[in-house]
C-alpha cells in the first residue's frame, strides 16, 4: 500500500475528532471519504500532510511514518495537497500559482514539462496563464489549485472537496480531471460531500460520521448500501 493509516486519533484542542480511523489508498487507486459537515474529513487529509497533530495511530506513506516528520517534509515525499476553498494565491498569475507548487522541487530539470501536461490537462489556465488567479471563476480557481498540487508531480494527491460551491456543469469537469489525474497513474484520496461524484471516481470509499469509520466497502457496494443511499446521494 502507498499510504497506509491505522488507528488514527487526531484532533485540535481537548476533544479528539477522529477516533481509531483506518484507511489505505494503493499505488495509482482513487478512494473516497464521504461524510456530512464537521464529520472530519479536512482533519483526515490535514493530518497526512502534518497539519494538524496526530495524538495516536500511525501514517505510513511509501515507507516513511509520517505522525514523527515535520509536517513540512511531507510534500518532498511526494503528497500533493488541494485544500477545502482552493487558496489559490489572487494577486499572483496562473503561472506563477502553479510554480509555487513546485516549491518543494525547486532542483527538478522537469518542471517546465510539468507545467506543459499541467496546461494540457487544462486548457483553460493556458489561455488564462498571466490572469490574476483572485480575477479567476470557482471552477477555474479549482483548476489552478489542483495544479498547483500537481506541480511538485506527487505520487498521491489529497483533494479536499474539489466540487464544492461549483456549478453542475463545472462539477463535470472537475470529474473529468480527476479521472484524467488518476488515469496518469497518480493516486488519488478524495473527500467529498458529493457522493455521486466520489463513487463515481473511486474504487473503494469510507463514510466518516462524527470522526468514526462508520463504513467502507467498494464505491459500488457504498452506492447500493440503503443508509449510503439516503444520507448522501438523496434517493
Ligand atoms: N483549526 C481547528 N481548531 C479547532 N477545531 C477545529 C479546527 N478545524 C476543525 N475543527 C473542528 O473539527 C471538527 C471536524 O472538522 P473538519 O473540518 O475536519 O470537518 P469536515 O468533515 O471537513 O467538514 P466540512 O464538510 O464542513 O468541510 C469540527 O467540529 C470542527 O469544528
Ligand atoms: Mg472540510
Known amino acids: 500500500m502507498l499510504l497506509e493509516i491505522k488507528d488514527l486519533c487526531a484532533g485540535y484542542g481537548a476533544a479528539p475528532v477522529l477516533h481509531n480511523v483506518s484507511l489505505s489508498v494503493d499505488s495509482g487507486e482513487t478512494v473516497s471519504v464521504l461524510g456530512a459537515n464537521t464529520a472530519g474529513k479536512s482533519t483526515l487529509l490535514r493530518s497526512i500532510s502534518g497539519i494538524t497533530p496526530v495524538r495516536r495511530g500511525s501514517i505510513k506513506f511509501d515507507g516513511h511514518e509520517l505522525i514523527d516528520m515535520n509536517g513540512k517534509d511531507i510534500p518532498k515525499l511526494g503528497i500533493g495537497h488541494v485544500p477545502e476553498g482552493r487558496h489559490v494565491f489572487p494577486k499572483m498569475s496562473v503561472v506563477d500559482n502553479l510554480w509555487m507548487g513546485a516549491f518543494c522541487k525547486r532542483k527538478d530539470k522537469k518542471l517546465a514539462e510539468r507545467m506543459d501536461g499541467i496546461m494540457q490537462m487544462f486548457p483553460r489556465l ?7 488567479a483572485g480575477t479567476l471563476s470557482g471552477g477555474e480557481q479549482q483548476m489552478v489549485a489542483i495544479g498547483r498540487a500537481l506541480m511538485s508531480n506527487p505520487k498521491l494527491l489529497l483533494l479536499d472537496e474539489p466540487s464544492h460551491g461549483l456549478a453542475p456543469v463545472v462539477v463535470d469537469e472537475v470529474h473529468e480531471a480527476i479521472v484524467r489525474i488518476a488515469k496518469s497513474g497518480v493516486a488519488v484520496l478524495l473527500v467529498e460531500q458529493n457522493a455521486a461524484l466520489a463513487l463515481q471516481v473511486a ?7 462524527s470522526g468514526h469509520a462508520v463504513l467502507e466497502g467498494t464505491a459500488a457496494e457504498l452506492a447500493a448500501n440503503p443508509d449510503v443511499r439516503k444520507a448522501y446521494l438523496g434517493i
Open 126 to 132: 493556458r489561455e488564462r496563464a498571466s490572469q490574476l
Open 203 to 209: 474504487s473503494r470509499g469510507m463514510v466518516l460520521q
